[in-house]
């Protein structure tokens, strides 16, 4: 991480520079001090504009939720044949996690230590009951196997989905941009869900 002084500071680029430092140091492992260092501004400037640290983590798990839950208000979540809507809606959330890294990432190390942290948690599992809830109506549907065990299913799409901000780094003409992860994603997990034609 590079460390550059600034003469201006937006609430925005603040918020960057605080993700990425609670990714490298972890939240707790963070203090007000790495987060001046790495801003290249004083702290008085950093509580400018926000309260404290804990407000830039609520500002950066909510742009995180606030993308994943914005899907499923998309027309791709909400119309159609549940099985088709749930695929949409892991293709997307590969897409989001892949257009905002560093926010899902941070979002996926939470562990409930604070305030904010049990607030994301709960938001979390929101998502991924509606996910399941969506799993469940494309079961019953008769779009995916009767046999399979809907908690389960939520578990390993989740997993698997999530296990994204460990590997996946986008380098251009690397040949993997979101579409297609989020694609391989979707053919990896659906073609062993999907009852046969």
């Given amino acids: 991480m590079t460390t550059a002084r600034r003469d201006t500071y ?7 520079v605080a993700v990425e430092v609670f990714n490298e140091r972890g939240y707790d ?9 790495a801003a290249g501004i004083s702290k008085s400037s950093i509580y400018h504009h926000v309260a404290g640290k804990e ?12 993308g994943l839950f914005g899907i499923l208000d998309e027309a791709g979540a909400v119309r159609g044949r549940a099985i088709e809507r749930v695929e949409y809606v892991t293709r997307r959330t590969v897409e989001v996690l892949v257009a905002e890294l560093p926010y899902v990432t941070l979002l996926l190390r939470v562990r409930g230590n604070t305030r904010t942290e049990r607030w994301a ?21 008769g779009d995916l196997r009767a046999d399979a065990d809907i908690r389960l299913a939520t ?16 380098h ?8 297609q992860v989020a694609e391989a994603v979707v053919a990896l997990a659906f073609d062993g869900l999907r009852t046969a034609p």
Avoid: C, I
């Avoid at 937006?10 to 960057?16: N, Y």
């Avoid at 578990?155 to 986008?170: D, H, I, T």
């Fill in 121 to 141: 948690l709960e938001r979390r599992r929101e998502f991924d009951h509606r996910v399941a809830d969506l799993l469940g109506a494309a079961q019953a549907e």
């Fill in 55 to 66: 407000e830039l983590l609520r500002r950066a798990v909510s742009r995180a939720l606030d």
């Fill in 10 to 16: 937006t609430p925005e680029t603040l918020l960057t």
């Fill in 172 to 179: 251009p003409g690397s040949g993997q941009d979101a579409e």
């Fill in 155 to 170: 578990r390993l799409l989740f997993g698997m989905v999530n296990s994204l901000v460990e590997w996946y780094r986008p």
């Fill in 29 to 37: 492992g963070t203090s007000m001090e790495h987060l001046s260092k």
